[in-house]
């Protein structure tokens, strides 16, 4: 128990570092919560103009959701699934931002590189298609996570589909105005 604990609190914490946030005051782009969807991640770092910024926010989120996966594995291995879903949540919900954080896709893709390598490639090739085809980033991330959670649910075991299916849902919550704004044809 104490180890779920632990793994949880620095899971969390490692994922409510806000490197978009971070990094734009660091580059002179002051808040980024004031650029764009006013949201904290790459894809509104991109907004500002600099593909330096987007480049490190994705950058870091990734990583943090890597570095807390790969801790967690390396240490308290049977608790790599938690790990995955707080440093996931702590992104989304960052108790230093009022708990208002991004939509974790970036942090969600360092945390399925390390929980299944073979998944990560499917969700960053099934991202970049849709990207290429469609050109709207929130479709190209919704339709890569349907397609890993469907992978995972025909070719793995239950609880790696449990884990994907539960991102798939939050990224349909995070992407709630997104998918309005499809709807009413007027997403950029």
Do not use: C
């Not at 949880?8 to 914490?13: D, F, Q």
């Not at 890569?144 to 959670?149: H, L, Q």
């Amino acid at each position: 128990m104490e180890s779920l604990i632990i793994v949880t609190i620095y899971s969390y914490i490692l994922g409510s570092i806000p490197f978009g946030l971070i990094f734009s005051k660091i580059l002179g782009f002051g808040d980024i919560r004031k650029i764009g969807s006013g949201n904290i991640g790459a894809t509104n770092a991109l907004r500002t103009g600099s593909k330096k910024l987007a480049f490190l926010t994705l950058l870091f989120d990734v990583g943090k959701g890597s570095l807390a996966v790969f801790l967690t594995l390396k240490y308290f291995n049977e608790h790599s699934y938690t790990s995955a879903i707080f440093v996931y949540l702590g992104h989304i919900f960052p108790l230093w931002l009022k708990f208002k954080g991004g939509k974790g896709v970036a942090t969600y893709v360092g945390v399925i590189l390390l929980i299944n390598p073979i998944l990560f490639l499917v969700f960053i090739f099934s991202w970049l298609l849709t990207a290429k085809i469609l050109k709207v980033s929130s479709v190209s991330a919704l339709v890569a996570y349907f397609i890993v959670t469907t992978a995972s649910f025909f070719i793995y075991d239950q609880n790696i589909f449990l884990l994907n299916f539960f991102f798939l849902i939050f990224s349909i919550y995070t992407h709630r105005e997104n998918i309005k704004r499809l709807m009413q044809k007027i997403e950029k």
